[in-house]
């Protein structure tokens, strides 16, 4: 359990540089977007402000992990000093690339891990924007999915068929925990949309 804990910790603290960088993003993008939403008689709420924040964060923070050549590449420039080791480096290419479905026999850590980093993605996209089904989930997950898998072998890291598996159906899970909760709490989920004088709308 400590393990896994100090395992969490680092990956919290190599998404730091994102996290920032998402929160100024964020930022800078406010006001535009009130303008733009103000100009089609459309409000958007604190929850889905919040909502939408936790987003980018979450993004910015998932950059970091999934899109530089290591994770903590990029934390350890922004403190003054390189790290030695960039993942896959000098490796040949048939030695970073895996196929063949659940043959590598990942830890127990890493199944779940795969999973739940990107849980939130599916959660996320179906409690902020109406028309999110299943069938778009799973297209939206396997496809960002398959495009991060394809950079890391550009950046010197591995591409592996079962980081998409397990990255698409943690989109999909996070899809039906949403699910799950419109129907226990509808209210609370239509908090997170635009809205009309009280009329929930598409934005």
Not at 136 to 150: D, H, K, Q, S
Not at 159 to 183: A, E, H, P, Q, Y
Request: hydrophobic residues 50%.
């Amino acid at each position: 359990m400590v393990y896994f804990l100090i395992r969490v910790l680092r990956y919290l603290e190599w998404m730091l540089p994102g996290l920032a960088a998402a929160l100024g993003l964020f930022l800078g993008l406010l006001p535009g977007r009130r303008r733009r939403l103000a100009a089609r008689g459309l409000r958007s709420g604190v929850a889905r402000e919040a909502g939408l924040l936790v987003l980018f964060l979450f993004s910015g923070g998932m950059a970091v992990l999934t899109l530089c050549p290591w994770p903590d590449w990029l934390w350890a420039g922004l403190q003054g000093y390189w790290t030695p080791y960039f993942g896959g480096t000098g490796l040949p290419l048939a030695h970073r690339v895996n196929l063949i479905p659940f043959s590598q026999g990942d830890s127990l850590f890493n199944i779940i891990g795969n999973v739940v980093m990107f849980l939130p993605f599916g959660f996320l996209a179906a409690l902020l924007w109406r028309g999110w089904s299943w069938r778009r989930a799973l297209g939206t997950g396997f496809g960002i999915t398959a495009c991060v898998e394809c950079w890391q072998i550009l950046v010197g890291r591995f591409f592996d068929i079962d980081d998409i598996i397990l990255n698409t159906l943690g989109v999909l899970c996070g899809f039906f925990l949403w699910r799950g909760l419109r129907r226990v709490a509808p209210g609370f989920t239509e908090k997170f949309h635009v809205d009309l004088s009280g009329e929930n709308i598409h934005e």
